[in-house]
């Protein structure tokens, strides 16, 4: 008699790279047993979480940013090839900026002192996409261990200098305000220049640091001989200039740039010459600008156009809540339609669920009281509901729920705007009080479902989440918070943990579901052995 390859045989289900341990040793900070994590999960779990020097519900600004500096020294040591490929995933695909930054000082400088060589190099220049951030890196590294600059910190800055200062990044931000300028980066780690054009900048860049008028020599830089001869232009000859964008994007010009330049107010017309040429992030976060200003609804159109072309939204690498946040500063409705398809496109990867699914939404006080960073007013729960939103409008059976101390159900009808959807889910915080039951919500509201995710800084006040949920059906907790407890056994089969504001995590799910381990994100693209 077969005992193993009958009909009734079920393939085991794959694993998340998330690893947590097989009982619980601790507490979560709402006092429910807490299951502790491997070195890499709580590393991964804090980045994807982590707004360098803030605080969060749970956590003081200091204790978190310590216990993310130990973490990454720990890995950096053990296994730096790992943390080289996290922090250049962090950077580039997730869109942090400090924590990839911190990871990649506070590796090298432990590595160094363990006597580790060889990988420090190409670690320093995976933290750094953008050409304020080599000043950024040594500004911070000076902070914490003093002036000295190891040679694999030069060198790696010395590889993110090269690529990264140009022209255009130059004008942008090489300004008075930064403490270290390009200058300074440049007299420090002596980068190599790539050709003629990139040593004329650097002498550029020294020149201006040091008002050395003799060796301004901008034949060689285009963009800034064009930024000089409009600088050149008399006041009240400026505005005429407004009829010419093309000549703006050639001399570098943006928005804030020209708002300087002008010397008096960005009116219609500033606004629609400098349009084109703006980024799709600076064209979101100004578009109660553009409504004060009155510009006009064909420049509108063009913008909007720009909103709903997924390449865009795409190379824009914004996260989804960024498109909320947009919305909900928006004065004008014209704007609506574009910015609710630029959210559903900046989550274009997640799969449509097939089966019955159940997707529970915290909407506790840690969700609703403090917002990500002390510069934005997102909080945890619009982020989350955004996810749960869009999982619930692409899956075949979805029940959607919001919970605390009890549960409501929010329903979505097909087709539904995802942006309006969100902010009646939202709108709907305490009506179930403030209290984080993640056990007790997932057995009042289970009903056979084909999987469970809750989307929750994982803090619960009970325990049994696990055994909340069938042993043979996926549980997928996806981690808001990042904090040291965790809410259940995560790497057990069909208990997977996720992180991060991005839908790359999500790829993961249908490879789980066809009994595959799933890798950390940055490995997702690589063939399976």
Known sequence: MSKFNTTATKPATGQGPIRAEATPSTRTHEGAPGYRRDVKSELFLLAVANFVSEDTFYEKAGERDNRFANLVRQVAVSNVEWLTAFVRWLRNDANMRSAPLVAAAEGVKARLDAGAHGGNRPLVSAAMARADEPGEFVAYWRSRFGRSLPLPVKNGLADAVRQLYTERSLLKYDTDSKGYRFADVIETVRPKPIDERQNALFEHALARRHNRDELFRLGGLPLLRARAELMALPVRERRAVLTDSRRLHAAGMTWEALSAWLDGPMDRVAWEAVIPSMGLMALARNLRNFDEAGVSDEVAAK???????????????????????????????????????????????????????????????????????????????????????????????????????????????KGASVIREVDRLCKRVGEVGHGTQIAESIRTTYRGHDRVFVFSDMQTMDGGVTSAVPKDVPLYGFNLGGYRPAAFDAGRPNRIEFGGLTDATFRMVPLIEAGRDAAWPWEMTQPSS
């Open 303 to 413: 913008v909007a156009a720009r909103f709903v072309d997924p390449d865009e939204v795409a190379r824009s690498r914004m996260f989804p809540y960024r498109w909320l946040a947009a919305y909900e500063q928006a004065p004008s409705l014209r704007w609506a339609h574009a910015l609710d398809k630029a959210l559903q496109a900046s989550l274009q990867n997640l799969p449509a669920m097939p089966g019955r699914s159940l997707i529970l939404v915290d909407t506790s006080a840690s969700m609703t009281s403090t917002s990500f960073s002390a510069r934005s007013k997102m909080t945890p729960v619009k982020a989350a509901a955004v996810f749960g939103v869009v999982l619930a409008a692409k899956g075949e059976q979805v029940d959607l729920y919001g919970f605390a101390d009890g549960v409501f159900l929010h329903q979505v009808g």
